[in-house]
């Protein structure tokens, strides 16, 4: 009988593209796959022949209203808006989740899905924990979500404490849902990487150890598999318009913005007036807002969307928000990158991009310039020493076979898996066995 798999992943682009690369290996290998995503995958997921399970909200609407522009002006009145619209959507997607993992073998989910760990527990399969950036506790460096200097090993260790304020947020519904929808005690342990038990779950990152190599003090249950990139699927090729504008003049450098609509009119007059001391060409993403696309000079050619492996291969350096798909993308297409972060782990990718030598050091959006972005579109353009590092980096990640890895783990982790009544059989065997029986 065929093995079912179920993904739960909620957020926008980047946090869902990934997992459909992985769910196309699971449906290679034979597994039956159902991706529980955001509403605004839908077409996306099914085009690409997958089972699709809506997990509710439309991201893409959640993102563009004020209160994400009110959080970043007045961190005082918007946060506490958005942690209550939150903990709704996360509530919504933990039912949907519940519900799209009946009959599952295994469960996937992310820090953004924690809850799928009590779904788990109370259907007795094996779940796997992943990640996009590294996220269990370390020395080597600070916790990769907040923008942190080094501090040392030991201080370094203490940042990564915020993981567990970060988890009372995700936490808030899970207990009342453990015991409404799935019968279960309140939670005897927390924590993103242990189940209810405490013990570790195994825990794959989605990323390549090139660009930020495993901490050595991680547990064994960290693994690094290297990144899940999906290729393009749709044979895209350039439009007329695109080709005309590549034909026209130099090879242009391609810039992004994310998902993240903010401050979408003070991009677009920044990006102007770079290209316009730059003296280059630049072809720019639309994509889900960051960019106002109308009235642009001819030397910037606006496209709505595009796969990133193929539009890569037509220009001559990146410059982006540090997504980790985009850094990764980027990376493997062998281009220097400059990397504008918003927030959350795209600091750390810009980082370490930099320490990679493939790019300029990173500038934060709130602290770019008109100056700042024509120079870093300088250097893109024109320093060898980036280029020169993009293609070595080029070379070894192109070798890594990120979802080939990780089915192999969740195979082990299936295969190993111990039903949760023999677990605690055996734990309260060894319990009495200590006390002298």
């Keep these: 009988m065929t093995k079912r798999i179920a993904i739960s992943t909620i957020g926008t682009r980047g946090d869902v593209q990934p997992y459909l690369a992985l769910a196309l290996k699971l449906r290679e290998r034979g597994y039956e796959v159902v991706v529980g995503a955001p509403a605004d995958f839908e077409n996306e997921i099914k085009e690409l022949g997958l089972e699709f399970h809506s997990l509710g909200s439309n991201i893409r609407s959640f993102i563009k209203q004020s209160n994400f522009e009110n959080a970043s002006e007045n961190f005082l009145i918007g946060v506490p808006a958005l942690l209550q619209q939150g903990q709704k959507i996360l509530e919504q997607a933990a039912r949907h989740s519940w519900d799209m993992a009946q009959g599952a073998d295994a469960i996937i989910l992310n820090i953004n899905t924690s809850f799928a760990i009590d779904i788990g527990e109370a259907l007795d399969v094996p779940t796997i924990m992943t990640a996009l950036q590294p996220l269990n506790s370390t020395g080597e460096f600070p916790i990769c979500a907040y923008d942190v200097p080094d501090m040392g090993r030991a201080l370094n260790w203490i940042s990564h404490a915020a993981t567990s304020v970060q988890q009372a947020y995700y936490d808030f519904p899970r207990d009342r849902l453990r015991r409404e929808l799935m019968g279960l005690e309140p939670r005897k342990n927390g924590g993103f990487f242990k189940d209810t038990d405490g013990k570790n779950l195994v825990t794959l990152y989605a990323y390549s150890p090139l660009v ?31 080709q005309d504008f590549l034909s026209a003049g130099d090879t242009p450098i391609y810039v992004g913005f994310g998902s993240m609509p903010f401050g979408a009119k003070r991009n677009t007059q920044i990006l102007k007036e770079a290209v316009e001391i730059w003296g280059g060409r630049v072809v720019v993403a639309s994509g889900w807002g960051g960019i106002e696309a109308d009235d642009m000079p001819e030397s910037i050619f606006v496209i709505d969307k595009a796969p990133h492996d193929e539009l890569f291969n037509y220009v001559k350096g990146v410059v982006h928000h540090g997504g980790a798909g985009t850094t990764a993308a980027g990376l493997r297409a062998g281009k220097p990158t400059f990397i504008i972060p918003q927030g959350i782990d795209q600091p750390y990718w810009g980082k370490r991009v930099h320490a990679l030598g493939c790019g300029p050091e990173p500038v934060t959006l709130k602290k770019l310039t008109s100056k700042i972005l024509a120079a870093a579109l300088q250097a893109l353009d024109s320093y060898q020493p980036y280029a020169d590092a993009a293609l070595d980096a080029a070379s070894h990640l192109t070798q890594e076979n990120g979802p080939t890895k990780a089915v192999l783990h969740i195979e082990r982790v299936m295969n190993n898996y111990v039903p949760l009544a023999q677990r605690r059989e055996r734990a309260g065997q060894d319990r009495a066995s200590g006390l002298g029986f």
């Design 212 to 242: 930020s190599p495993r901490p050595r003090d991680w547990p064994k249950t960290a693994i690094v598999t290297g990144y899940w990139i999906l290729r393009d699927q749709t044979e895209w090729e350039p439009s007329d318009e695109f």
